[in-house]
């Protein structure tokens, strides 16, 4: 990566994560300021990180579209974990997301892989299921080759049961695993994912997605 010329630009409305991204000056990096609302550069950038607290969905489908008006711009999200829930990724856009608790290194291997300065993701990071492609890099998922609409939570529970088949899960079990130990919701927010991440991928992979009466689900690979 080049010391000097490479440059991020921190879209924010706050300064609560200033030190969070001044770590990544120790790359050789620059960092520019703007506001979501007032996307302006004043050179130019070669990745945005964005702070996405109080910026809607589709504010970020916009900033997407305009990285893709500028060359395919890569964007990363700091996202709050309580928000998690909600988080549409762009579909057609290189995109990742970090949590504001992850450490400096995270951050920069984060920064690193969508700068394009590592290897790119290995073939053991995409998963094939009949004509459902889930790649675990990128947090996208294609069915026929067309994205697939998934919230994070929708994808994280999708990849989970995927990556773990043939074997039942509990409602409890998959509360745990994919929304974390903290989440106070009840189970039937499990029955809610799984019925819409049915309805997206449609028939034939929703077969694999089987209901264990008693238990909870599973993944039939």
């Given at each position: 990566?080049?010391?000097?010329e490479t440059?991020i ?7 609560r994560?200033h030190e969070f991204v001044r770590s990544?000056?120790?790359?050789g ?18 990745l945005?990180?964005l702070d ?18 500028r060359?395919?711009i890569?964007m990363l999200?700091?996202?709050?974990d309580?928000s998690?829930?909600g988080l ?9 997301f970090v ?7 995270e951050l920069?291997a984060r920064?690193r892989?969508l700068l394009?300065d590592e290897?790119?993701f290995?073939?053991?990071d995409v998963?094939?299921i009949?004509n459902?492609?889930?790649n675990l890099?990128?947090y996208?998922?294609?069915l026929?080759?067309e ?11 999708l990849s989970f049961?995927a990556?773990h ?5 509990s409602r409890?079990?998959l509360l745990?695993?994919v ?7 009840g ?7 799984i019925?819409?991440i ?5 028939p ?7 209901t264990?009466?008693g ?7």
């Open positions: 990566m080049p010391e000097t440059c630009l921190f879209m924010a409305r706050t300064t994560f990544l000056t120790t790359m990096i620059e960092v520019s300021l703007a506001t979501p609302d007032s996307p302006t550069a004043a050179h130019d950038f070669s945005l990180l996405a607290d109080g910026v809607r969905n589709d504010r970020i489908e916009q900033i997407s579209k305009w990285l893709d008006d060359g395919g890569p999200l700091i996202v709050d309580e998690l829930a549409r990724m762009p579909p057609h856009a290189r995109c990742d949590c504001p608790s992850a450490t400096p290194a920069e920064v892989r394009g290897e790119s290995a073939v053991d998963l094939r009949d459902l492609v889930i890099a990128t996208q998922v294609y026929d080759e994205p697939v609409d998934l919230t994070l939570m929708e994808y994280s529970l049961l990556t088949p043939n074997r039942a899960y409890e079990v745990h695993r929304w974390g130990f903290e989440y106070c919701g189970t039937r927010t499990v029955d809610v994912h019925r819409r049915r309805s997206k991928v449609g034939q992979i929703a077969a694999h997605i089987t264990v009466r238990v909870g689900y599973l993944f039939k690979d």
